[in-house]
Each structure stands twice: as structure tokens, then as C-alpha cells.
């Protein structure tokens, strides 16, 4: 009895999510990846017999809510697949298999376990993503005060580390693959010291402060717009959630006028603090920089006190081909933390989707994510991409039409229905949980307008969103206090 326990659906899935969690979790460094793909086929073989074990024992996963909009799009997209069977099938296959793993473990299964199981497998998941998230963001912002970049050749492939140039700005990549990598992992840092701290008190509390704010620093020094995107929508769904509720119809304008201003609000305290962060890691940077340099200098001048021509700290050296002047260091340029928006949203992007939207209106039914490919100009005529930078026409272009209606219409209907369990929620705290979670989905939804695909990539802010998905239709769907209290029914 105590093995069957063990070897629970709860159990299985809570030591397979974290599974999942550890292989992507490597894949964000270059110093990690080469345990990424072994993870990754590891993880293949218990998720297959999960769902085969769903699918043909269980069999519970066929009365989950939205299982049809799943099902249907997994044949939607395997037809997909078949018809376009030259283009990496097996590659196609294996990622339809992962897409299974986020509609009917991460979200049906995931969904119809108890309280208790949720929590521990979130728990769990949020340790492992603060612990790691910590050490990548501390590691990263050394090197970004120290203003440390370079290029590391491993296993064949070439990246570029540290604190880097880009366009007219720095970015923080650190020791990540890129500094979208390393803004998301942070956020997700965010949300797990949030998740894991949110009912501490003392120096529990304080330690989770700690981690968001280093967290925060780095999301700053990263630069990524998708990380910006994605708490500006965090903010606005957060307070939409919060002011949603039963209200008099006389009071009605009165609150949404309320609510369109913390809106504005939030968004306006939010982009202060993005741009905030940067301004000050930026003072911080050529502070030390210039630290560093006057004190080259200084120890030149002790090191040759008597030489003719040899320059004091703060004035212009003397004439640079007197005999006997020591060499002296060229002054460190100051450098700032900025992205050249005309360049980057209006110039290669836009030239991107508009190739995307082609792509799919010559091929309606999709080509597979594997076959997605666009040349626009990018320093060179026809630069081939692989990355349509935008989740939702990747999805459009990769499954067609079929599969972007069946998920359109499920992420329609479950936000109605997420809506309407709010609306009538009266306990405060299961309330500002529900809120959070809505908003944290919402945030990753939102930062995919520029990035992934939340259906067809592996990505870890893939998991804890199908996960949190879950958790939101577990709340909204079973009677429980979370959605009444005494004082409501009565």
C-alpha cells in the first residue's frame, strides 16, 4: 500500500514536473546546456507513460473541462504534421508529445489533483526556480559591475556573454543564453519568492523581498522588451482582477473610472521602475569603471614619481613622446543601459510578422513549427528566420487555422469563466491569490506578442503557466470556499 502511494498520479506528476522544470532550467546557460537534451529524452519516457496511463487506465482526463478543445487540436495538428512530413517528422512529433504534456498533465491532471498535491508540486517547482534564478542573477550582475563581456565557444556553438553592446545601449545576457533568457527566468524568480514568501513573517519575509529586488535589478539590466511587456500587463490585469466585483449599477462608471486610473497608475510606477533600475545599475557601472581607472592612475604615479611627463589624476597628460613617460590607460567610456525602439519594434520585427502572415496565407493549415521559415533583410539581404517573434502568429502559421480557432476559443471561454468565479468570489485572500494567478498567466500570455509560443516550444515559463492554468481551473470549477463564503450564500 505504501508503494502504490508512492508511485501515485500526484506523486508521478508533481517528480515529473520537476523533471521538466530541471531540464529547462539548463537549457538557460551555456555552461549547463549540454544536460539539457539528455534531461529532455529522460523526461520523455515517464511523461509518455503518464499519458498513456491518463488516456487508457485512468481515463478520468476525458471529463476535465476543455479536454475537447485539446484533443481536437492535437489531431488537428498530427494531420498537420502529416501533411507536411518532410519537414523534421519526428521533431514535429516529439514537440506535439510535449504539447500534450501541457494540455492533459500540466493542465487536465494537473487540474484534477487535490489542494494539497498543488501546492506541493507549485512549492516544489518555485524552490527550485528561486535557488537557481538567485545564483544566475547574482553571478550575472558581477559581471555586469565588473562590465565583463566575452565570447565562450562550448560544445561547438558560440556565445556571447556578460554585459554586452547592443545597438546604441547595454544588455545584461550574463551567464545566460540571452538577455530575453535571463529576464525571464528572473521574473519567474519573482513569482516563486512571491509564491513561497507570501504568508511568511520576519526574516522569512524579508529574505523573499531580498530575492525580488536582485531579481528585479537584473530584469532591469536584461533589457528585454518582452520582460517589460510582461509586467506592464501583470499590473493592469492585476488591478482588473482586484476591482472586479459585484457593484451597483449607479456606482458602475464611478469604479471603472477608479480602475482605468490604478491602471494608469501601476503602469506608470512600473515603467519608473524598469527605467529606475537601469539608471542607477547604469550609475553604478561607470562609477566603479572610473574607480578602477583612477586607480591605474595612481598607481602609475607612485610607481614613477620622478618621471618627467607623468600625468595626475583629473588633468590632460603632458606631451605623450616625452622620453620616460609611463603608458597610461585610455579613459573608460561611460556606457548606458537603452534599446533603440525604431530600430527593434518597427524595423525587423514588423518585417518579420509581415513574412509570418504570408507564410500562413499561402499555407492555411499550417507547415509545422519545425517548417517555419522567413527571410527579411537584417544587415544582409534574405537573413533566413527561424523565429517569427510573435507566440500568436507562430501558432497560426505552425498549426493553421484549425488549431489557432480551437485554441483561441478555449483561451476565450476559460477567461469568461475565470471572470465570472471572480466576480462572485468573497473571500479576500482566496481572492488576491486568484487575482495574482490570473495576472501571472495573463503576463506570460502578453510577453509572447514579441516572443515563444506557449503552445508548440518548450520553454519553462511554458510549464508554470499550463500549471498555474490548472490551478485556476481547479479553484474555479470545484465547489469551495475559494469562490463563497457564509455571508455570500446567505
Given at each position: 500500500m505504501k508503494l502504490r502511494e508512492k508511485i501515485s498520479l500526484e506523486n508521478s506528476l508533481k517528480w515529473f514536473a520537476a523533471l521538466c522544470t530541471l531540464s529547462l532550467l539548463t537549457?538557460?546557460?551555456?555552461?549547463?546546456?549540454?544536460?539539457?537534451?539528455?534531461?529532455?529524452?529522460?523526461?520523455?519516457?515517464?511523461?509518455?507513460?503518464?499519458?498513456?496511463?491518463?488516456?487508457?487506465?485512468?481515463?478520468?482526463?476525458?471529463?476535465?473541462?476543455?479536454?475537447?478543445?485539446?484533443?481536437?487540436?492535437?489531431?488537428?495538428?498530427?494531420?498537420?504534421?502529416?501533411?507536411?512530413?518532410?519537414?523534421?517528422?519526428?521533431?514535429?512529433?516529439?514537440?506535439?508529445?510535449?504539447t500534450g504534456f501541457y494540455f492533459f498533465l500540466f493542465f487536465c491532471a494537473f487540474s484534477s489533483l487535490r489542494a494539497?498535491?498543488?501546492?506541493?508540486?507549485?512549492?516544489?517547482?518555485?524552490?527550485?526556480?528561486?535557488?537557481?534564478?538567485?545564483?544566475?542573477?547574482?553571478?550575472?550582475?558581477?559581471?555586469?559591475?565588473?562590465?565583463?563581456?566575452?565570447?565562450?565557444?562550448?560544445?561547438?556553438?558560440?556565445?556571447?556573454?556578460?554585459?554586452?553592446?547592443?545597438?546604441?545601449?547595454?544588455?545584461?545576457?550574463?551567464?545566460?543564453?540571452?538577455?530575453?533568457?535571463?529576464?525571464?527566468?528572473?521574473?519567474?524568480?519573482?513569482?516563486?519568492?512571491?509564491?513561497?514568501?507570501?504568508?511568511?513573517?520576519g526574516a522569512w519575509r524579508w529574505l523573499g523581498i531580498f530575492c525580488a529586488a536582485v531579481l528585479l535589478f537584473t530584469v532591469g539590466a536584461a533589457n528585454a522588451y518582452s520582460a517589460l511587456i510582461e509586467m506592464l500587463a501583470f499590473a493592469v490585469l492585476f488591478v482588473f482582477c482586484?476591482?472586479?466585483?459585484?457593484?451597483?449599477?449607479?456606482?458602475?462608471?464611478?469604479?471603472?473610472?477608479?480602475?482605468?486610473?490604478?491602471?494608469?497608475?501601476?503602469?506608470?510606477?512600473?515603467?519608473?521602475?524598469?527605467?529606475?533600475?537601469q539608471k542607477l545599475e547604469t550609475a553604478a557601472v561607470n562609477g566603479i569603471t572610473q574607480a578602477v581607472y583612477q586607480h591605474e592612475l595612481k598607481e602609475i604615479e607612485a610607481q614613477e614619481p620622478s618621471a618627467p611627463g607623468t600625468s595626475v589624476p583629473g588633468e590632460q597628460p603632458s606631451d605623450p613622446t616625452t622620453p620616460g613617460q609611463p603608458d597610461l590607460p585610455a579613459p573608460p567610456q561611460e556606457v548606458t543601459i537603452s534599446?533603440?525602439?525604431?530600430?527593434?519594434?518597427?524595423?525587423?520585427?514588423?518585417?518579420?510578422?509581415?513574412?509570418?502572415?504570408?507564410?500562413?496565407?499561402?499555407?492555411?493549415?499550417?507547415?509545422?513549427?519545425?517548417?517555419?521559415?522567413?527571410?527579411?533583410?537584417?544587415?544582409?539581404?534574405?537573413?533566413?528566420?527561424?523565429?517569427?517573434?510573435?507566440?500568436?502568429?507562430?501558432?497560426?502559421?505552425?498549426?493553421?487555422?484549425?488549431?489557432?480557432?480551437?485554441?483561441?476559443?478555449f483561451g476565450v471561454l476559460f477567461f469568461i469563466r475565470a471572470m465570472q468565479a471572480?466576480?462572485?468570489?468573497?473571500?479576500?485572500?482566496?481572492?488576491?491569490?486568484?487575482?495574482?494567478?490570473?495576472?501571472?498567466?495573463?503576463a506570460i500570455l502578453a510577453s509572447d506578442l514579441v516572443n515563444g509560443c506557449f503552445v508548440l516550444w518548450r520553454g519553462l515559463q511554458y510549464i508554470f503557466l499550463w500549471l498555474l492554468l490548472g490551478e485556476i481551473c481547479a479553484q474555479i470549477t470545484e465547489p469551495s470556499p475559494a469562490l463563497t463564503s457564509p455571508s455570500g450564500a446567505e
Open positions: 537549457s538557460t546557460t551555456p555552461y549547463t546546456h549540454v544536460l539539457y537534451t539528455p534531461l529532455l529524452l529522460l523526461s520523455m519516457l515517464p511523461g509518455a507513460a503518464l499519458l498513456l496511463y491518463l488516456f487508457f487506465v485512468d481515463r478520468s482526463v476525458y471529463r476535465r473541462p476543455y479536454f475537447p478543445f485539446f484533443f481536437l487540436f492535437c489531431v488537428s495538428y498530427g494531420v498537420t504534421i502529416l501533411l507536411n512530413r518532410h519537414s523534421g517528422f519526428f521533431s514535429n512529433c516529439g514537440q506535439l508529445m510535449y494539497e498535491a498543488r501546492e506541493a508540486t507549485l512549492r516544489l517547482l518555485c524552490r527550485m526556480v528561486l535557488v537557481f534564478s538567485m545564483v544566475v542573477a547574482c553571478l550575472s550582475l558581477g559581471m555586469m559591475l565588473a562590465n565583463y563581456s566575452a565570447e565562450i565557444f562550448l560544445n561547438g556553438a558560440s556565445f556571447l556573454i556578460g554585459f554586452h553592446q547592443r545597438n546604441v545601449g547595454m544588455q545584461l545576457t550574463g551567464i545566460t543564453t540571452g538577455p530575453s533568457t535571463l529576464s525571464a527566468l528572473s521574473l519567474l524568480g519573482i513569482f516563486s519568492a512571491w509564491y513561497l514568501f507570501r504568508e511568511s513573517r482586484r476591482n472586479l466585483g459585484g457593484t451597483p449599477s449607479k456606482r458602475f462608471v464611478r469604479r471603472s473610472a477608479d480602475t482605468v486610473v490604478q491602471m494608469l497608475v501601476c503602469c506608470l510606477l512600473v515603467t519608473g521602475c524598469f527605467y529606475g533600475t534599446r533603440d525602439v525604431v530600430t527593434s519594434a518597427n524595423g525587423t520585427r514588423s518585417a518579420i510578422w509581415r513574412e509570418g502572415i504570408k507564410l500562413f496565407l499561402a499555407h492555411p493549415l499550417g507547415v509545422t513549427n519545425n517548417a517555419i521559415s522567413v527571410k527579411v533583410f537584417y544587415g544582409v539581404p534574405d537573413y533566413e528566420y527561424r523565429n517569427l517573434h510573435n507566440g500568436y502568429l507562430t501558432l497560426l502559421a505552425a498549426s493553421g487555422i484549425v488549431g489557432f480557432v480551437l485554441v483561441l476559443a471572480l466576480f462572485h468570489c468573497t473571500d479576500a485572500c482566496r481572492r488576491l491569490r486568484l487575482s495574482v494567478l490570473i495576472a501571472a498567466c495573463g
